[in-house]
């Protein structure tokens, strides 16, 4: 798939399928991160295709994406919004002001009604074959690579300011490098150590574990123990003092324990070292642990 339409029409069909796997689209397109989900466990209502730039995710951040409301045979190409957790930095004031929001556009929207439309079509299916409506009007793929084109150049230029921009939360490199570490966690769940020991929660096929909303705050990624059932908080120790992140995953593990029912609860943080004063912080808690991770870069030749 190496045309716009040809991803396009291939995620609509799939789409209809039920079929989750994702391995064939590309991971990259239009100088972005690529990302295709149809639902993680069972289908979602609202599959999806983001393009997203370095400091950006699905899960917490702003970007172009596509979203196919099923029951309404609605594709929405749409400035983005996540949901997981509210993004720090947003579309401009103008695409505010001046764009209709999904939940006005799309009656009975399922989710992501906060975002903004950029464009909507009418989906055709016959056989194997996809072709897109505008008001009833059939358009062609040069349409939909203008469409395109048209809200990834707003979004570059919006990036460019932000990052240009002094004390940009983008340009320091701390978002970044911090969600970075949460979704990469959450994407390779099942090649580390916490997947062999702990499940990731879903609902409804939507993944419910990463920023678990709480009343006190939300909480990195809540898992389910395999063989307990009992409930797992993890924690990053990310740009805090390691009693600011014992205190806080002692708290979320106390609302855990009330709210769920659950005396078995226990906590993992996720720390880049283990510095002094976590080690004595954890000598006498048994229900938490303490897992390191590392960074490794590399570089590599590129060749025009």
């Given amino acids: 798939m190496e045309s716009l339409s040809q991803i396009l029409s291939e995620f609509i069909l799939q789409a209809n399928e039920g079929s989750l796997k994702t391995s064939k689209y590309p991971r990259e397109f239009s100088d972005l991160k690529m990302k295709v989900s149809f639902g993680m466990g069972m289908a979602a209502r609202v599959p ?3 393009l997203t730039a370095p400091g950006m995710s699905a899960s917490n951040g702003y970007f172009p994406v596509y ?9 929405v190409l749409s400035y983005g919004i996540s949901e997981t957790s509210e993004a720090p930095v947003n579309w401009t004031t103008e695409i505010q002001e001046s764009k209709v ?10 989710r992501y009604g906060n975002s903004y439309v950029h464009k909507t079509y009418s989906p055709k299916v016959v056989g194997n074959s996809v072709t897109f409506l505008d008001d009833g009007k059939e358009i062609g793929p040069e349409n939909l690579d203008k469409d395109l084109l048209d809200i990834t150049n707003y979004y570059k230029k919006t990036l460019e300011i932000e990052v240009k921009t002094e004390g940009s939360i ?11 570490l949460e979704d990469f966690i959450i994407e390779n769940w099942e090649k580390t ?7 990731l929660i879903y609902e409804e096929g939507s993944l419910k574990s990463q920023q678990y909303m709480t009343d006190i705050g939300r909480i990195d990624i809540l898992a ?6 009992n409930f797992v908080v993890i924690e990053l ?3 805090q003092s390691s009693d600011d992140t014992v205190g806080q995953i002692l708290r979320y ?3 855990i324990s009330e709210k769920k029912n659950d005396n078995g609860v226990k906590g993992i943080i996720v720390a880049g070292k283990y510095d002094e004063k976590l080690y004595y912080a954890m000598r006498n808690m048994k229900d938490i642990d303490v897992f390191l991770y590392e960074v490794n870069f590399s570089l590599k030749g590129y060749s025009r």
């Fill in 193 to 199: 150590e916490l997947g062999n020991k702990y499940d």
């Fill in 101 to 110: 929001l999904i939940s006005d556009k799309v009656p009975g929207a399922a």
């Fill in 67 to 75: 979203l196919f409301y099923k029951e309404q045979n609605v594709l």
């Fill in 224 to 229: 389910k123990d395999k063989k307990s059932g």
């Fill in 237 to 239: 120790k990310k740009n």
């Fill in 253 to 255: 593990m106390g609302w």
């Fill in 48 to 50: 999806w295709i983001s």
């Fill in 170 to 180: 983008i340009s320091s490199g701390l978002f970044y490098m911090e969600q970075q």
